[in-house]
């Protein structure tokens, strides 16, 4: 993160604006939405700058250039003028007071940056690119705009005028979140919408009423992560994790997935690798149970899809014996995700009727699969955690009849920016890969699908091999 993000109060406070043309006028504009008390020095003034000032009793106009005395303890600075000379002058002058400065389109002089702003006042949204690309960040801005409905403004006021009443009503914090979430996503919200706002107020004046702070029951929610690119979530998924109070998560949870999670939940890492399990599968239910127990919501989140060797039904197992409500989201499975990404589609006409799933280690750490089923033409097989045992998953196949120039895929980190793609045989997969540095998670893919990588690959992550 290059800039913090910050919203500041700029009420009756002093501001300088340096320079009065088009860039500038749209600066004081927003300065003045803020009511911030502006001044605004250059030789000569642009007549829509001087409309504003006959607008505005706040915007002083000063005919000259500026010179670093003009600098007098500000709240902030803006320098907008068409002359690099000026605005470095500008923005030196402020860093020897300390005080934020702005030079517009010139992102080195800048101690902070102008967002893109989408006002629903007193809700306020800003998005910024760093000042790398300011186009792009009004080009996000523009997509906000569309999503965020114009009564949310309106509907945060209404919220406001009932805030005391609601906290002494519901007095456990937790619940009280719960309660105003329930209250501005459902039935209330709607009325907004729609224009009908005194009967948003009555259903708010009722639901308020209605509501009580005696100890609720919380739920889990289990939760597919997907095979690692964010962008593969569920609508879903996303909207339980931003309204989580704690988030239990596995190893495959890739960290752009979590940055998506609410703020201010509880974020309790349980991953398990071989022989290293930080928490026990039956301690992770407990878990779950008891956080639930407590009243909070609960996303259990994986990697991949929670019914696809997740264990998910192992932990709704003892939250429904403990009578916890519960919902199961799917994700996309590591076979779909990484097969896709890697451009080797599991079924096909000329190559396979059938795809088997399998893990590479059974309960007891064995390998002890049916082979005999495995090693039959015209299928895909796709094998999860299988790099510790993929010796012996080769040679098993070769020796129940599968061909020993059948192609295989090795897929690590799919779907990531970081994904790799190597392809072999069951004969030479095992020594290609030995002194490679694979990094998990990985999966394999085994039948002639995996032939059309080299055709059909589309995404380019930044190695694939």
């Known amino acids: 993160m290059d800039y913090f993000p910050l919203f500041i109060d700029l009420k009756n406070k002093d501001c300088l604006v340096v320079g009065a043309g088009e860039v500038a006028s749209r600066k004081i504009e927003l300065l003045a939405k803020a009511n911030a008390s502006i001044t605004v020095i250059a030789p000569v003034i642009s007549p829509s700058i001087q409309d504003l000032a006959e607008q505005n009793n706040q915007i002083t106009l000063v005919y000259k250039e500026f010179s670093s005395d003009d600098i007098n303890q500000q709240r902030l600075i803006i320098s907008a003028t068409n002359q690099p000379l000026v605005n470095k002058q500008v923005a030196e002058a402020a860093n020897l007071h300390n005080i934020p400065v702005n030079a517009v389109d010139s992102p080195e002089l800048c101690s902070f940056i102008v967002p893109a702003i ?92 209605n509501t009580s702070d005696s100890p609720i029951q919380g739920e889990v929610y289990l939760v597919g992560a997907g095979s690692g690119d964010p962008d593969l979530l569920t609508f879903r998924a996303l909207r339980l994790m931003q309204q989580a109070d704690v988030v239990v998560y596995d190893r495959l949870v890739s960290k752009e997935i979590l940055e998506l999670v609410r703020r201010d939940a509880e974020l309790i890492y349980v991953g398990k690798q071989r022989d290293n399990h930080s928490l026990p599968q039956e301690s ?12 909070k919501r ?49 079924t096909h006409r000329d190559h396979a009727q059938s795809c088997t799933f399998v893990t590479g280690h059974l309960k007891d750490n064995t390998v002890n699969l049916n082979w005999k089923q495995l090693a039959a033409p015209n299928q895909t097989i796709v094998i999860y955690m299988g790099l510790v045992g993929l010796n012996t998953i080769c040679t098993s196949l070769i020796q129940h009849g599968a061909p020993a120039d059948l192609p295989i895929a090795l897929i690590q980190q799919g779907t990531t920016r970081t994904q790799r793609v190597i392809t072999a045989t069951l004969s030479t997969i095992y020594k290609k890969i030995e002194h490679e540095n694979i990094q998990a998670p990985t999966l394999f893919i085994i039948g002639t699908v995996v032939s059309l990588h080299n055709t059909l690959k589309w995404f380019k992550p930044n190695n694939d091999l």
């Open 298 to 346: 609960v996303v259990r989140l994986k990697g991949g899809d929670p019914f696809i060797f997740g264990r998910g039904a192992e932990e709704i197992e003892t939250l429904a014996q403990e009578n916890i409500n519960f919902q199961v989201v799917p994700g996309i499975t590591a076979a779909s995700g990484c097969a896709t990404y890697a451009g080797i589609p599991l």
């Open 118 to 209: 989408i006002d629903r006042s007193p809700i306020v949204a800003a998005v910024s690119s760093g000042g790398t690309s300011p186009v792009l960040a009004r080009l996000l801005r523009s997509r906000l705009e569309s999503l965020i409905p114009p009564a949310f403004g309106r509907m945060a006021k209404l919220a406001n005028k009932y805030r005391a009443t609601v906290k002494e009503k519901i007095n456990p914090p937790a619940q009280r979140r719960i309660f105003w979430e329930n209250a501005l996503q459902g039935s209330i919200a709607e009325l907004f919408y729609s224009g009908k706002e005194a009967e948003a107020e009555t259903e708010l004046q009722k639901a308020i009423n």
């Open 284 to 295: 992770i239910n407990a878990l779950l149970a008891r956080l639930a127990k407590e009243g």
